[in-house]
């Protein structure tokens, strides 16, 4: 069974930066590069929105971003650890939310519903 675990969270000042990332387990030895990687948030009464996708390497890696956090995340994966990651910058305290990463088999990485695998999600806070 996959499971996907984030790390990275915590909290920071408005203007820092944190790096989150995302490892998967239980799949067969160079799987997991058949996956499309994201990140999604949800802050506290608001629905989950996407942040941030990474498509499964056959499509070369291509990235999208919200429009939101265009120019300050950047989104990365590495096959060889089964870890995507997020790099934050330039954070806002509208940055607060708990943030999930989400696998999608061959996906693209774009915003949509195909994300079947889910993570249990790390909190980021930022203050003001």
């Known amino acids: 069974q996959v499971q996907l675990v984030e790390s990275g969270g915590g909290l920071v000042q408005a203007g820092g930066s944190l790096r989150l990332s995302c490892a998967a387990s239980g799949l067969p030895f160079s799987y997991y590069a058949n996956y499309a990687m994201a990140w999604f948030r949800q802050a506290p009464g608001k629905e989950r929105e996407f942040v941030a996708g990474i498509s499964w390497t056959g499509r070369g890696r291509s990235t999208y971003y919200a429009v939101s956090v265009k120019g300050r995340f950047t989104i990365s994966r590495d096959n060889a650890k089964n870890t995507v990651y997020l790099q934050m910058n330039s954070l806002k305290p509208e940055d607060t939310a708990v943030y999930y990463c989400?696998?999608?088999?061959w996906g693209t990485g774009e915003n949509n519903n195909r994300y079947n695998i889910w993570g249990q999600g790390t909190q980021v806070t930022v203050s003001s």
């Open positions: 989400a696998g999608d088999k």
